[in-house]
């Protein structure tokens, strides 16, 4: 492996849950590769966190080997990174455990994703749920990461990750644990569904209309693209104006991200012009973006062999460290060493 800054240690990861979509890629798998070339980077496919939602079980193995090809897909290139699969790592339960020894309640009651995902049924909800943030705390101490490239929606699990290492660090004296940086940015950190831009594109939304999965061919695309909900005035003439237009704001977003131009050149571009030949734009860009992905999952999807190969690879290099980092944790706690 070429040389990487040591001191910098990249580490992110999606759930396979299936319906993978525009907002993983925008928001996080795209920007993932552009830290490859400068620096160690782990991507982990959480298996573990998925079946914290009982839809999730069923198809977990097509699952986790479509997320390991999305990544290889969108350019991660599995010779200078770590890609593997947490439920391989036992390191991950491990240190899930001894954190949530140092995680009062009352930081995981603040936790909005489980309240949403939970419910009104809170009672019945697998406790699971209610400590995932806490095993994804220890997916990215684990390795004593310093930086996590996510999506919007993560910010408050991350914020409980710092917490929890520095309330870790602090009982034991010791700056075992780097406090890991998150790294939210581009204009598509939050991409919204299609059909309501006050709701985040989500891969268990029941309307596949809502989203673009990264497997969709280039007609549902387009026709996607062409249903997408908008209002009925017309196109935006500033970034001021798409304020309370949740929907044109979103469709501007995901056209700046995927052109990697400022939403105010987009806006510029399409002043006065109907919103039909916005939407035919940027069904062509997202065709152009996607559909290489697309094709090359396809493939990938096609040789389990070699992909099977890169996640046992992946999970040799991610046990190194985790198996030398518990070993330290535990000698820092003072547990009896067999
Ligand atoms: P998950 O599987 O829901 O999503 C994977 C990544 O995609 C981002 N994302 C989005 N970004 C923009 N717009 C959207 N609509 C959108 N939907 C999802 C997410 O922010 C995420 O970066 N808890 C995590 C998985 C995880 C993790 C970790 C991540 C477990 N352990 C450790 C980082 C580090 C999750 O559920 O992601």
Redesign the pocket.
């Known amino acids: 492996m070429e040389k990487k800054k040591e001191s910098k240690l990249i580490?992110?990861?999606?759930?396979p849950?299936g319906n993978l979509h525009l907002?993983?890629y925008?928001?996080?798998i795209k920007n993932w590769v552009k830290y490859q070339e400068d620096s160690n980077c782990i991507f982990?496919i959480?298996d573990l966190?998925a079946i914290t939602v009982s839809e999730n079980r069923e198809k977990i193995l097509d699952n986790t080997r479509e997320v390991a090809a999305a990544y290889i897909a969108s350019g991660i290139d599995p010779n200078k990174n770590t890609i593997f699969v947490q439920s391989n790592v036992t390191g991950h339960s491990e240190l899930s455990w001894i954190l949530s020894c140092h995680t009062p309640i009352g930081w995981l009651n603040r936790m909005t994703q489980f309240k949403d995902k939970a419910g009104k049924n809170k009672e019945k909800a697998p406790l699971g749920l209610y400590s995932y943030p806490v095993l994804?705390a220890a997916?990215?101490l684990l390795y004593k990461s310093t930086h996590?490239p996510?999506?919007?929606?993560?910010k408050q699990?991350l914020e409980l990750s710092r917490d929890v290492a520095q309330a870790f660090n602090r009982y034991y004296n010791q700056e075992f644990f780097p406090i890991p940086e998150p790294i939210i940015t581009g204009t598509?950190?939050?991409?919204m569904s299609l059909k309501n831009g006050l709701n985040?594109?989500?891969k268990s939304d029941p309307s596949d209309q809502s989203r673009i999965n990264l497997m969709d061919d280039s007609i549902s695309i387009i026709k996607k693209i062409q249903k997408a909900r908008t209002d009925s005035e017309p196109f935006p003439k500033s970034l001021e104006e798409m304020d309370n237009r949740p929907e044109i704001n979103n469709l501007i977003n995901i056209f700046s991200a995927l052109s990697e131009d400022l939403p105010q050149n987009v806006v510029a571009q399409y002043v006065g012009k109907d919103f039909k030949f916005f939407k035919e734009d940027l069904s062509d860009l997202v065709n152009q973006k996607i559909s290489n992905i697309s094709t090359e999952m396809h493939k990938l999807l096609k040789d389990l062999n070699y992909l099977d190969l890169i996640l046992k690879k992946g999970c040799q290099k991610a046990n190194e460290i985790a198996e030398k980092n518990v070993k330290d944790l535990k000698k820092i706690i003072g547990f009896f060493e067999a």
């Open positions: 580490f992110s990861g999606v759930q849950t907002g993983n925008l928001g996080a982990c959480v966190h994804m997916d990215i996590v996510v999506g919007e929606d993560q699990h598509a950190t939050r991409v985040k594109m989500s």
